[in-house]
C-alpha cells in the first residue's frame, strides 16, 4: 500500500471513530427528566368517613391509632391534606352480622358518609352459626351501608374475613379443625365476594396477607389471634386505590 494512501485511510478511520465516540459520549451524557407522579384528584373539604365490623374492626389488642381504620384515615390526610376527616366505628369484640345489625339500628347514625367500610362474618363462622344467616344478614348490612353512604353504592368498601387460622391461636387447634376454619371462611369470604360483585360494590381482599401469620410472627398481635399493626397497615396499602377512587368521583 502507497504511503499516501495509507495516510488518507488512517485520517477516515480516525475520524470515524472520533465521530463515533462522540455520539456514544454524548448519549451516555443525557438527561432523562424526573417522572412527576400524577397529581392526586382534589376531593371533598370534608370527608366523613364511617367503619362498621367487630373486633378487626375496632382493633383487638392493637393501639387506638394502629387499628386500620385510623390508619387509613391518617394515610388519607397525608394525601390530602387540606381535606378535614372524620371518623366513626360502629364495631365492637364479638359481634356477628346480627349484632352489628342492631347496633346500626340502635345508633341511626346519619346518612351522611362519604366513605363506608365493612368487615364483618368472621364470629359467624367462629360461633358456628348456621351460613344462612349471613346469607340473609350480609346483605342487609351492605344495603345500610350504601343508604349510609348517601345512597352511593360507590363509596362502600366491603372486606374481606381474615383467616385466624393462621395464627398462634389457630394452631393449637387440631389439623382437621384448622383447615375447616380455612375452608369456611373462604365460603364465607366467597359468598360477599359475589355478592358485591353483582351489585357494583366494591370488595378488598386481605384474607391471604392473614394466612402469613404463621411465616411472618409480625402480623399478628400480642394476643396470638388477631392482626397486628404491621398487619393493618398492608390491609389499608391494599385498600388505598379503591378508597381513593372512591372519595375522587
Given at each position: 500500500?502507497?504511503p499516501?494512501?495509507?495516510?488518507?485511510?488512517?485520517?477516515?478511520l480516525?475520524i470515524?471513530?472520533?465521530s463515533?465516540?462522540?455520539?456514544?459520549?454524548?448519549?451516555a451524557?443525557?438527561?432523562?427528566?424526573?417522572?412527576?407522579?400524577a397529581?392526586n384528584?382534589p376531593?371533598s373539604k370534608?370527608v366523613?368517613?364511617?367503619?362498621l365490623?367487630?373486633?378487626?374492626?375496632?382493633g383487638?389488642?392493637?393501639?387506638?391509632t394502629?387499628?386500620?381504620?385510623?390508619?387509613?384515615?391518617t394515610?388519607?390526610?397525608?394525601?390530602?391534606?387540606?381535606?378535614?376527616?372524620?371518623?366513626?366505628?360502629i364495631?365492637?369484640?364479638?359481634?356477628t352480622?346480627?349484632?352489628?345489625?342492631?347496633?346500626?339500628n340502635?345508633?341511626?347514625?346519619e346518612?351522611?358518609?362519604?366513605?363506608?367500610t365493612?368487615?364483618?362474618?368472621?364470629?359467624?363462622?367462629?360461633?358456628?352459626k348456621?351460613?344462612?344467616?349471613?346469607e340473609?344478614?350480609?346483605p342487609e348490612?351492605v344495603?345500610?351501608?350504601i343508604?349510609?353512604a348517601?345512597g352511593d353504592?360507590?363509596?362502600?368498601?366491603?372486606?374481606?374475613i381474615?383467616d385466624?387460622?393462621?395464627?398462634?391461636?389457630?394452631?393449637?387447634?387440631t389439623?382437621?379443625?384448622?383447615?375447616?376454619?380455612?375452608?369456611?371462611?373462604?365460603?364465607?369470604?366467597?359468598?360477599a365476594?359475589n355478592?358485591?360483585?353483582?351489585n357494583n360494590?366494591t370488595?378488598?381482599?386481605i384474607?391471604?396477607?392473614?394466612?402469613?401469620g404463621?411465616?411472618?410472627?409480625?402480623?399478628?398481635?400480642?394476643d396470638?389471634?388477631?392482626?397486628?399493626?404491621?398487619?393493618?397497615?398492608?390491609?389499608?396499602?391494599?385498600m388505598?386505590?379503591?378508597?381513593?377512587?372512591?372519595?375522587?368521583d
Open positions: 500500500m502507497k499516501q494512501f495509507k495516510q488518507v485511510v488512517t485520517v477516515i480516525s470515524f471513530l472520533l463515533c465516540n462522540t455520539d456514544e459520549s454524548g448519549s451524557k443525557t438527561i432523562t427528566p424526573p417522572v412527576t407522579p397529581p384528584i376531593i370534608s366523613n368517613y364511617l367503619a365490623g367487630d373486633s378487626y374492626t375496632i383487638q389488642s392493637v393501639c387506638e394502629c387499628r386500620f381504620p385510623e390508619q387509613l384515615k394515610g388519607l390526610k397525608a394525601l390530602y391534606p387540606q381535606t378535614d376527616f372524620s371518623l366513626k366505628i364495631a365492637t369484640t364479638g359481634w352480622t346480627s349484632n352489628l345489625l342492631l347496633a346500626i340502635n345508633q341511626n347514625p346518612p351522611n358518609y362519604d366513605l363506608v365493612l368487615l364483618i362474618g368472621v364470629n359467624n363462622q367462629y360461633q358456628h348456621n351460613f344462612s344467616v349471613y340473609k344478614e350480609f348490612l344495603n345500610k351501608a343508604m349510609l348517601k353504592r360507590k363509596n362502600v368498601v366491603v372486606i374481606s381474615p385466624y387460622a393462621y395464627t398462634p391461636f389457630g394452631k393449637n387447634v389439623s382437621s379443625q384448622n383447615a375447616a376454619i380455612s375452608a369456611e371462611i373462604d365460603q364465607y369470604n366467597s359468598f365476594e355478592y358485591c360483585t353483582n360494590v370488595f378488598v381482599s384474607t391471604d396477607i392473614t394466612r402469613q404463621l411465616n411472618n410472627p409480625s402480623l399478628v398481635a400480642s396470638g389471634l388477631h392482626p397486628s399493626e404491621s398487619a393493618y397497615k398492608m390491609f389499608v396499602d391494599r388505598m386505590p379503591k378508597v381513593k377512587m372512591a372519595l375522587q
